[in-house]
């Protein structure tokens, strides 16, 4: 199956969406599935989502950091690993930016079957963390 993507404009300049968007302390500010973040050292950290109402810890590994341009962490553990990138681009002289967000999901044993199902709450709710972001970052000033 083809990631999800979604893209966002941001009147914020880049610098600042992607230190916002990418530090995982900040992630239950704007991700409204996001219980807790637990950061382990630079590059790992554990999150917990409340997903269909039970709550379900994982770890990730930030893969990739180019501020204020990409950054990418993927699940290292668990039935789901989620894999999550984040694109920033600045548009209108730097001034405002555009955000895409790609998010995928790799099952393993029992998360196998359970991904499509996963897919289709991130589908369903990922939208609304991202509006969650620019209107957060946009009332900022």
Partial sequence: MAPLVSTIEIARPPEEVFAYA??????????????????????????????????????????????????????????????????????????????????DFEGHGIGVPLVPLVRRQARQEAPTSYQNLKRLLENSR
């Avoid at 637990?38 to 990739?64: C, K, P, V, W, Y």
């Avoid at 668990?78 to 930016?97: K, L, N």
């Fill in 22 to 103: 990418t530090d995982p302390s900040r992630f239950a500010e704007w991700q409204h599935d996001v219980v807790r973040v637990h950061l382990l050292d630079g590059s790992r950290f554990t999150t917990t989502r409340r997903i269909r109402g039970a709550e379900r810890t994982m770890s990730q590994q930030i893969n990739r950091n180019d501020p204020p341009h990409s950054w990418a962490a993927r699940g290292i553990d668990g039935p789901i690993r989620p894999h999550a990138t984040v694109t920033v681009e600045p548009i209108e002289d730097g001034t405002r930016s555009r955000v895409t967000f790609t998010l």
